[in-house]
């Protein structure tokens, strides 16, 4: 049997690791209301059976699951949403209307990633994606509430990261459910000085613009917590949203002053890296380089992607 790492939080919610790629890296949460529940983003079809070891753990069974909300489409949050629809009967997926159409027929969705991965490296990350049936699929409208056995779960729109992308509200945790748009923080770079965040970029809808708008819609509504897929619970959140906006700012000056560069790819890996190593110092982060690069290097690649496609095609808002 699969055993899922399971982070116990407040008022019903555990953080299950989905173990992509590494461990710690992305998670899924599951919400428990008096034994009805509901999933916030999947992982990978290889996330699955930890998420329904995490019922098990619980003594739930997946008939109590009344909702698998996608806070967006990428194959890190949703790829295994297909998949662990089938074992969950009364389950319907929540997802923006900008993406729904791609989970209830994911060939495109496979195509764009396999030319982004290579076919090989997308077999391995997330193996064979499922098709949701259209019937069990609610487009999510912005600023529409679900009552999950009485709890009220507000959903609504959050670019910058990606256009098909909403946030979750749990006025009963005082928590917003992030997806990737609250940025990432992970826990191996918490120190005395709390929780270190930074945007993720990745291609092909970043959007500084509509990115401030989102952490700033986000702080609006006054969380006590985030509740991030990279990952899990940060407490701190009018600090780091006040560092994410720097970031951004950094972020764009970054990818300017490298608009013109004949290796303007190199140079910008390069910039992110030292940038991002340089604040994680400050926060008081003592890891050397080669630990520094195994925990965020993959971000470092895909923030870098992300500025690419952003000068040559500006902001998505704008096109």
Same mark, same amino acid.
């Given at each position: 049997?699969t055993?899922?790492?399971?982070?116990?939080l407040?008022?019903?919610?555990?953080?299950?690791?989905?173990?992509?790629?590494?461990?710690?890296?992305?998670?899924?949460? +599951?919400?428990?209301? %008096?034994?009805?529940?509901a999933?916030?983003?999947? %992982?990978?079809?290889h996330?699955v059976?930890f998420?329904?070891?995490?019922?098990?753990?619980q003594?739930?069974?997946?008939?109590?699951?009344?909702?698998?909300?996608?806070?967006?489409?990428?194959?890190?949050?949703?790829?295994?949403?297909?998949l662990?629809?089938?074992?969950?009967?009364?389950?319907?997926?929540?997802?923006?209307?900008?993406?729904?159409?791609?989970?209830?027929?994911p060939?495109?969705?496979?195509?764009?990633?396999?030319? !982004?991965?290579?076919?090989?490296?997308?077999? &391995?990350?997330?193996?064979?994606?499922q098709?949701?049936?259209?019937?069990? !699929?609610? !487009? =999510?409208e912005?600023?529409?509430?679900?009552?999950?056995?009485? &709890?009220?779960?507000?959903?609504f729109?959050?670019?910058?990261?990606?256009?098909?992308?909403?946030?979750?509200?749990?006025?009963?945790?005082?928590?917003?459910?992030?997806? #990737?748009?609250? %940025? !990432?923080?992970?826990?191996?770079?918490?120190?005395?000085?709390?929780?270190?965040?930074?945007?993720?970029t990745?291609?092909?809808?970043?959007?500084?613009?509509? =990115?401030?708008?989102?952490?700033?819609?986000?702080?609006?509504?006054?969380p006590?917590q985030c509740? +991030?897929?990279?990952?899990?619970?940060?407490?701190?959140v009018?600090?780091?949203?006040?560092?994410?906006?720097?970031?951004?700012? #950094?972020?764009?000056?970054?990818?300017?002053?490298?608009?013109?560069s004949?290796?303007?790819? +190199?140079?910008?890996? =390069?910039?992110?890296?030292d940038?991002?190593g340089?604040?994680?110092?400050?926060?008081?982060?003592?890891?050397d380089?080669?630990?520094?690069?195994?925990?965020?290097?993959?971000?470092?690649?895909?923030?870098?992607?992300?500025?690419?496609?952003?000068?040559?095609? %500006?902001?998505?808002?704008?096109r």
């Amino acid at each position: 049997m699969t055993a899922a790492r399971c982070t116990h939080l407040d008022h019903g919610i555990t953080a299950v690791d989905t173990d992509y790629v590494r461990p710690l890296l992305a998670a899924s949460h +599951l919400i428990n209301e %008096g034994g009805r529940c509901a999933f916030v983003d999947t %992982g990978s079809n290889h996330s699955v059976p930890f998420l329904l070891d995490a019922l098990r753990q619980q003594e739930l069974d997946s008939a109590a699951v009344d909702y698998v909300f996608l806070t967006h489409i990428h194959l890190d949050h949703a790829g295994g949403a297909g998949l662990l629809m089938q074992s969950l009967p009364n389950a319907r997926a929540v997802i923006h209307p900008r993406g729904a159409r791609h989970m209830i027929d994911p060939s495109k969705l496979i195509k764009g990633s396999q030319a !982004v991965y290579g076919k090989e490296v997308f077999a &391995r990350l997330y193996g064979k994606l499922q098709a949701i049936d259209k019937e069990r !699929v609610i !487009v =999510a409208e912005d600023g529409q509430r679900f009552d999950l056995n009485g &709890r009220e779960l507000h959903c609504f729109y959050t670019e910058g990261h990606a256009r098909h992308h909403y946030c979750l509200h749990d006025a009963t945790a005082s928590a917003v459910f992030t997806g #990737d748009s609250f %940025g !990432v923080s992970y826990r191996e770079l918490d120190t005395a000085n709390g929780e270190f965040v930074f945007p993720t970029t990745t291609p092909v809808h970043f959007d500084p613009r509509e =990115a401030h708008r989102t952490v700033d819609r986000i702080i609006a509504l006054m969380p006590a917590q985030c509740l +991030l897929t990279h990952y899990s619970r940060v407490n701190d959140v009018a600090r780091l949203a006040a560092d994410l906006h720097q970031c951004l700012d #950094d972020f764009v000056a970054m990818a300017e002053s490298c608009r013109h560069s004949a290796t303007r790819t +190199l140079d910008l890996e =390069a910039a992110m890296f030292d940038y991002l190593g340089d604040r994680a110092v400050q926060h008081g982060v003592a890891d050397d380089e080669a630990r520094l690069r195994a925990i965020i290097g993959m971000d470092v690649k895909l923030n870098t992607q992300g500025l690419e496609h952003w000068l040559e095609h %500006g902001s998505p808002s704008d096109r």
